[in-house]
């Protein structure tokens, strides 16, 4: 047994949150950069520039990349043989955004209330978390400011089996042509395959943490990620909707077993300001 | 590249064609979702709205807040489409114009046709940059709001496209048509 107290686990959620939101990822900016060699759109050029210049003068002056610093979904894999001492797990998640996003200047974007109040609640809590238990004695945490714009164009639909990969092509397609300028493309399409209805949207969440460069392990949604992507940046959307080659820079499908009677399909939209970072304890 | 400075008119309006990169200077004033419904209320109940609305731009944006030294957070426009609904009673009122991201509705784009407005474009996911053309800042309205207040900004070189014109010309539908290869 590992004790491993909350208050780390704190800290390393406030460093998280300010490191994710200061830094583009790398993998997304290298595939920005190298979307230049494919853009032929002037003003899609243009944007694909703005975008690059954005992050180097964000990570240079410590800067968030997008106003939009987020609601904080978590991923914590939490080690079988740990002992969490201190305090409570979802009290200590959220301090470290409370205390990250206060520290960070960075914009708090939650609402208390969904539907009547939505009042903000000042200091960007609750968190979104996901956690698993899983071998070992450590916790992995990984953290993704999501945006808005994003997320709201983001689908979930319960095909049938007989749809088939077909019928999830149709699925993300459509969902990329209704999102139009919305979720600041280029974006990074998260596509959750299997599951249940709750599940498959986390799936899709969880493939946008994934390195973008990094395909699916089987080949055969290998193959659909890479069509996939063909498809989408036929739709001439564009940098920031204005027309263009690049609307995405990746799809990636992240599955899961599912009933026989069900095909689960999720389409979570990263923008062009695709935001993680992770660490282990 | 186009310059022009707020407050805006007619004239300086009918120069613009979707699809031109504009770069604006002056004052401009921040509305999110929460400040418009309170415009649209305070119009309804026939009083002023904070600012005067006659020739000037709404950007469609709610800052991060400013580190010390710096005049603002990073800041970039919201999807505009969530405040369809409210522009429409703006225009009326004299809006000149609109900085967002994101396709506008067809009653929006035939009210912009009737009162000779445009509506802007900026980049999605370039705060800080956009940032750094925030020469001033203050908090004009509905503090409470939090990001969601209405900040008079004075911009200077701030980078847009026309993304609808006066004419109701709509520059998504435009350029989708010349790289679409479905």
Redesign the interface.
């Given at each position: 047994m590992k004790k491993i107290n909350v208050k780390e686990l704190a800290e390393a959620i406030e460093k998280l949150c300010i490191e994710s939101n200061y830094n583009l990822r790398s993998d997304v900016f290298h595939a920005l950069r190298n979307s230049l060699n494919v853009e032929e759109s002037k003003i899609g050029r243009v944007i694909i520039k703005q975008i690059i210049k954005n992050a180097e003068l964000a990570c240079a002056k410590q800067l968030p990349i997008c106003q939009d610093c987020g609601i904080v979904n978590i991923l914590l894999k939490i080690g079988q043989d740990v002992v969490l001492i201190g305090g409570t797990v979802e009290e200590a998640v959220n301090e470290g955004v409370r205390k990250g996003y206060g520290r960070g200047f960075l914009r708090k974007s939650v609402v208390c209330d969904p539907c009547f109040e939505r009042k903000n609640t000042g200091d960007n809590t609750p968190a979104i978390i996901s956690q698993r238990i899983v071998p070992g004695d450590s916790i992995r945490v990984a953290v993704m400011p999501k945006g808005g714009g994003s997320e709201n164009v983001s689908v979930v639909k319960m095909l049938l089996p007989g749809d088939g990969p077909e019928g999830i092509k149709r699925v993300v397609l459509q969902a990329v042509k209704d999102a139009k300028a919305n979720p600041c493309p280029p974006v990074v399409v998260g596509v959750g395959i299997g599951g249940t209805f709750d599940s498959v949207g986390f799936l899709a969440k969880k493939a946008l943490f994934r390195n973008i460069n990094e395909r699916n392990s089987d080949e055969r949604y290998a193959v659909l990620e890479m069509n996939l992507l063909d498809d989408i940046n036929s739709l001439g959307i564009g940098p920031s909707g204005l027309g263009g080659k690049i609307t995405a820079l990746a799809v990636n499908i992240e599955t899961f077993p599912c009933h026989m009677a069900c095909l689960p399909v999720a389409v979570n939209f990263g923008c062009c300001a695709l935001r993680s970072a992770e660490c282990v304890l | 590249m186009i310059k022009i400075d707020t407050p805006l008119d007619d004239g300086k309006i009918i120069k613009l064609h979707a699809?031109d990169?504009v770069i604006i200077g002056g004052v401009v004033y921040t509305a999110r979702d929460?400040a418009h419904k309170r415009f649209i209320e305070t119009l309804r109940k026939g009083d002023k709205l904070p600012f005067d609305i006659a020739g000037q731009i709404i950007f469609y944006?709610?800052?991060?807040?400013?580190?010390p030294g710096?005049v603002i957070?990073?800041?970039?426009p919201?999807?505009s489409?969530r405040m369809d609904s409210f522009a429409l009673e703006l225009l009326e009122h004299g809006l000149k114009g609109m900085i967002g991201?994101?396709?506008r509705s067809k009653e929006v784009k035939e009210a912009m046709v009737e009162h000779k407005a445009v509506y802007f474009?900026a980049?999605?996911?370039?705060?800080?940059?956009?940032?750094?053309y925030v020469k001033r800042a203050k908090i004009v309205a509905y503090e409470d709001?939090?990001?969601?207040a209405v900040y008079e900004l004075e911009i200077e070189d701030f980078?847009v496209?026309v993304?609808v014109d006066c004419r109701g010309n709509d520059?998504?539908v435009?350029?989708?048509?010349?790289?679409?290869?479905?």
């Open positions: - | 699809g990169e929460k944006a709610g800052p991060a807040p400013a580190k710096e957070g990073s800041i970039g919201t999807t489409s991201k994101g396709p474009t980049t999605g996911g370039v705060a800080a940059l956009l940032s750094q709001l939090g990001p969601e980078p496209v993304a520059f998504y435009e350029s989708s048509k010349i790289w679409s290869h479905e």
